[in-house]
DNA sequence: ACATTGACCCGTT
DNA sequence: GAACGGGCCAATG
């Protein structure tokens, strides 16, 4: 859950932000969301951004997955990951397995 | 203020 | 290619 400490928010905000300019039907790693928080920045941070994210929320956090082009959330969010490829699925991301898509198709270039 | 954990990543065995 | 370990920042007890 977020605590609306200022550093923390500041933080949160900017993840927000970025992965708000994800576009449709592109996906982007949280390495790549990382470097653009500026470098020194963990992916976990990341992640525990998301996670702190109200499903609520209009932050498409569903096109942030790892490296490997995996969805990750862990074992105890189990039934999550099949509520993000279906979320994915529905911009037109095809899987190749369970949880795992093709990465050199999908993901976002930032041009910055 | 210390220790542990986390929707991760990378280099080395 | 799988397994292991170190590392970064923020949250929690």
Redesign the pocket.
Known sequence: ???N?S??????EKVYKIVNTIPYGKVA????V?ALLGP??????????????PPESSVP??R?????G?????A??ND?ISL?QLLLENEGIKFITDGVLDLMQYLWHPEN
């Open positions: 859950m977020p605590v400490t550093k923390t928010r500041n933080t949160f790693t949280y390495g790549q990382a020194g920045m963990p992916a976990r941070i990341i992640g525990y951004a998301l996670h702190a994210l956090w569903h942030v997955i790892n490296s490997r995996h969805i990750s959330l862990t105890a969010q999550n993000q």
